[in-house]
């Protein structure tokens, strides 16, 4: 590592948080946030629906805010704090969603798909380069495909604009070491930047970080509490003081942002995340963490142990946007426990 390296910090707290309270942020939570995170020196504060732009609906949940009300406001308390946008292509469309969202001040536009689908992205990454704004591809569920199949999807994005390439732990299933070999075969195969996105689900959220910023990653994210889905996010707060330690810079005032974390414990959450039983599992399945609560409800109405639900999904290999798979699944395994198959 070299001493004071720079670590850019992107900060989803307004947007994976929301995945923990049924994307029901307000805009007083998101106007008091955005300031505190820009008095602390947070250089992307990324806002919205837990699945990124044009995502609220029945099927993913509805956001209590929509999305120009959002960005309107995170807009009006952001000074020194770009905005940022998470897009997924299919939820969020270029006329329908991305211009409105731009004509509002959008800074960052981070477009994203499943880790081996980039090509969806050609478009909306495209696009946001000729509008002269920053843009990044992230490759989500990225423990699904090798290094080296990584690197092939990233280097897809790269081809079409993007100026960086996150790689997102969205089930929090990484080691240390799976996360350092990402890194450096990304780094080692794109003329892009290349940043990395925890989850916290095997309690490794810190660990994994850390390892991408000694493999070359420069872009890191980080929630305040760990606010995000399932079992959270990196750490925030953790995240800045470890990197404070070692020597990296990443232009936070630590006091200010241990300020924002307290202000997101008190007015953003109904719970701290914590790593339960579920979450561990998520995890070793290797399943997008968001899917908790409905693994829960589900596992409950039909007697089954959410567990075995979570193993049968990891086996299945489904993803985000797939929900509802877990009540197929859960309906075959309560006939399995009614046959004393299981």
């Known amino acids: 590592m070299e001493q004071n390296q720079k670590i850019r910090i992107s900060d989803p707290t307004l947007r994976d948080g929301n995945h923990a309270i049924g994307h029901q942020l307000s805009t007083e939570n998101i106007a008091a946030y955005c300031k505190a995170a820009d008095a602390a020196g947070v250089s992307i504060v990324e806002v919205g629906h837990g699945n990124g732009l044009g995502a609220s609906s029945l099927q993913l949940g509805e956001a209590k805010t929509p999305d120009h009300i959002a960005l309107a406001t995170a807009r009006e308390n952001l000074s020194k704090s770009k905005l940022g946008i998470h897009v997924i292509p299919g939820f969020a469309t270029i006329e329908r969603d991305l211009k409105p969202a731009l004509a509002l001040g959008v800074d960052v536009v981070r477009v994203a798909s499943h880790c081996s689908e980039a090509d969806i992205c050609e478009r909306h990454i495209s696009f946001s380069r000729a509008q002269g704004l920053e843009v990044w591809g992230c490759l989500m569920m990225s423990h699904m495909i090798s290094p080296a199949l990584l690197l092939e999807q990233a280097r897809k994005m790269e081809s079409y604009g993007a100026e960086g390439v996150v790689f997102m732990d969205s089930s929090g299933h990484f080691i240390p070491d799976d996360v350092r070999q990402r890194v450096e075969t990304l780094v080692n195969g794109l003329g892009i930047a290349v940043g990395f996105h925890a989850h916290n689900n095997l309690g490794l959220a810190i660990a994994n970080s850390v390892a991408a910023a000694d493999a070359g990653a420069t872009l890191l994210d980080g929630c ?119």
């Open 224 to 342: 305040a509490r760990g606010f995000g889905a399932g079992a959270g996010n990196a750490q925030l707060e953790v995240l800045i003081a470890v990197l404070e330690r070692l020597k990296y810079t990443t232009g936070i005032d630590l006091y200010k942002m241990l300020d924002a974390a307290d202000l997101a414990e008190q007015s953003l959450m109904k719970e701290i995340p914590t790593i339960k039983s579920v979450s561990v599992v998520s995890g070793m399945a290797g399943v997008f963490s968001g899917f908790m609560k409905p693994v829960a409800r589900i596992a409950k109405e039909f007697d089954v142990d959410p567990r075995d639900i979570f193993f049968e999904l990891g086996r299945r290999k489904i993803v985000a946007g797939q929900e509802d798979i877990i009540l197929e699944v859960a309906k075959e395994l309560a006939q399995r426990v009614a046959k004393g198959t299981v």
